[in-house]
């Protein structure tokens, strides 16, 4: 069964220095994958995705996201945090041919001013 | 942009009551979906809707949950007798299909059943 981790409930950092959110996958088949943004009392905005070509993804609002095959993972970065970026992040999987989306268990980012 | 909107965005209801959650998919998307988050758990998908009928549900989705698109605009979940479990908040997406692999959410409809 498809399945995403993401190991961190909370991520703090500075703003002007680099994020990462992370998260890794499980699948039987090629990986799609995407994050979302939740902001507070607001529903989920996609960010990204990965389907198939470059292994780095460019996003929305700066952000990108890192695929690697060998590592089971597509960890979301951002080169430079800012305090607006402070949310909760949800990685997710494409279940198969289903479309369905599995989430993880989302990751709460706190930027500092 | 196009959006997802659903209505309303927050009901509070008594325990047995039925309650119907509205959303209007983005105008060309051909999918649609329901997914739910309680409170602090994670995002759960409970049921994918094309072409008219259902295409996919969870085990979440039993009998008291029903879908339907009454005209070429809504689409609606229906909880016919609502339980305290059943608070939550409930998203509403759409995909566009054929090309278009990216769903799209709508800003969600808290329900509160006391």
């Known amino acids: 069964a498809q399945s995403v981790a993401q190991p961190e409930d909370q991520v703090k950092v500075a703003e002007g220095n680099p994020l990462t959110v992370k998260c890794t996958y499980s699948v039987s088949g090629n990986p799609y994958l995407f994050w979302y943004v939740q902001y507070p009392n607001r529903g989920l905005q996609f960010l990204l995705k990965?389907?198939?070509?470059?292994?780095l993804v460019k996003g929305s609002y700066g952000f990108e996201a890192e695929f690697n095959k060998s590592q089971t993972s597509f960890h979301l970065k951002k080169p430079s945090a800012l305090v607006s970026d402070s949310a909760l992040y949800f990685c997710?999987?494409?279940?198969?041919?289903?479309?369905?989306?599995?989430f993880g268990s989302g990751t709460r980012l706190l930027v500092r001013p | 942009e196009p959006e997802v909107t659903q209505t309303p965005s927050h009901q509070v209801t008594q325990m047995g009551q039925e309650v119907i959650l509205r959303c209007v998919p983005i105008s060309n998307h051909l999918y649609f979906y329901w997914y739910r988050q309680i409170l602090g758990q994670k995002v759960e998908f409970l049921v994918s809707?094309?072409?008219?009928?259902?295409?996919?549900k969870s085990e979440i989705f039993d009998d008291q949950f029903s879908v339907e698109r009454p005209d070429g605009s809504n689409f609606t979940l229906k909880i016919r007798s609502t339980k305290l479990e059943d608070s939550a908040m409930y998203f509403c997406?759409?995909?566009?299909?054929?090309?278009?692999?990216?769903?799209?959410f709508g800003e969600g409809s808290w329900l509160t059943v006391v």
């Open positions: 990965y389907i198939t070509g470059d292994n």
């Open positions: 809707f094309y072409n008219n009928e259902i295409s996919e």
């Open positions: 997406a759409s995909r566009q299909g054929l090309s278009g692999n990216t769903i799209y």
């Open positions: 997710a999987v494409r279940d198969g041919s289903s479309y369905k989306l599995i």
